[in-house]
């Protein structure tokens, strides 16, 4: 009887030493890894809050960016709380499986009842163990998958916020390319108004519209009624055109041709306004270039007849201002135009 006792407790006494052995290595490898979640789900928390402040101005498609990785944090956060409650419980598992190999002496004098019961208890506990271990190496898995998403998110983030400051630049640059644009037409009025000072008042007049210079030749001034001849007065104006022009290569010229709403009634080879109109600003052209170094390629003569009038009343002074040819200066934008195709 003796044998069998002793037999049954060396058996109690085994199991009970194999189911004790918790590696500590293993253990202390769970507590590092813990660690090191913490210290990334930190460094990442940092970051994406840098990010937000720094990319706060970006486009919609950037917020919408933004309030992901915030939901990813938020995310991780909550899991990792989820870990500390769990390690938590894990340590305290591993108090009270001490605390039952403390009592293992106990054990051995004990019932068989008694040993029974404390057995079951350790593999109720053990199980539990390996649950908590379980749930700790997915919660593991999860933080690393958020992670691989907010480094995707922070490298999205980084393509927006490099191509809008690509696009700054081009803006930036652009402007800059408007700003001295407008400059030079600017100076160029001004260099146009005094070479026809000794004409402003007595049918012409020069101004600024939209980026160009508008020099207006009223009728009187180039031409007779309902002729396409033009008179000394406009042709000596013409001619204090031509320096200027030739001393700026990068602006472009059009001539226009306009008349009033009263249909042509001559006779010869004009048939309408659109007839006179033209012929009225192909004479300026052939004015212009005859002599001078202007290239034929910058100037384009054109007839609008009756259909852009400057004042649509049906009155003498109104079809008097109507009857006009103008020579519009153009900044030739081909640079401007290579930035916006760029972009």
Not at 24 to 37: S, T, W
Not at 92 to 120: A, P
Request: proline share 2%; glycine share 4%.
């Amino acid at each position: 009887m003796r044998i069998k006792f002793f037999l049954v407790n060396a058996s109690v006494l085994a199991l009970i030493a194999m189911l004790s052995c918790v590696p500590a290595k293993e253990f202390q490898e769970l507590q590092d890894k813990n660690m090191k979640c913490e210290e990334e789900r930190d460094r990442l928390s940092t970051e994406n809050e840098s990010l937000t402040v720094k990319n706060s101005e970006l486009e919609s498609k950037n917020r919408l960016l933004q309030i992901k990785t915030d939901a990813l944090t938020a995310d991780s956060v909550n899991r990792m709380v989820q870990f500390n409650l769990i390690n938590d419980e894990l340590v305290q598992l591993k108090e009270r499986y001490s605390s039952l190999q403390s009592i293992q002496g106990n054990v051995i004098s004990g019932s068989k009842e008694e040993t029974r019961r404390l057995l079951e208890q350790i593999q109720k506990n053990q199980l539990e163990l390996q649950e908590k271990e379980d749930a700790l190496k997915e919660l593991e898995r999860k933080l690393y998958q958020r992670r691989i998403g907010l480094d995707q998110v922070q490298a999205n983030l980084n393509a927006m916020k490099e191509e809008l400051e690509a696009r700054n630049a081009r803006l930036i640059e652009l402007e800059n390319m408007l700003n001295r644009k407008d400059s030079v037409m600017q100076a160029l009025r001004s260099t146009v108004a005094n070479a026809l000072f000794g004409f402003e008042g007595k049918g012409l007049s020069v101004s600024m519209q939209n980026g160009k210079v508008y020099v207006s030749l009223e009728e009187k001034l180039m031409f007779k009624s309902g002729k396409y001849e033009i008179d000394a007065k406009g042709a000596s104006a013409i001619k204090q055109l031509i320096p200027v022009l030739e001393q700026n290569p990068n602006i472009n010229i059009t001539v226009e041709g306009h008349t009033d709403d009263v249909p042509y009634r001559g006779s010869g080879d004009l048939l309408d306004n659109w007839d006179l109109s033209t012929k009225r600003a192909t004479t300026i052209v052939r004015l212009l270039l005859k002599g001078s170094k202007i290239d034929p390629v910058r100037v384009t003569a054109a007839g609008r007849s009756q259909y852009l009038p400057i004042d649509k009343a049906k009155t003498s002074e109104a079809r008097q201002k109507n009857r006009r040819t103008e020579i519009i200066l153009t900044p030739k934008m081909d640079e401007v135009l290579k930035l916006l195709e760029s972009n």
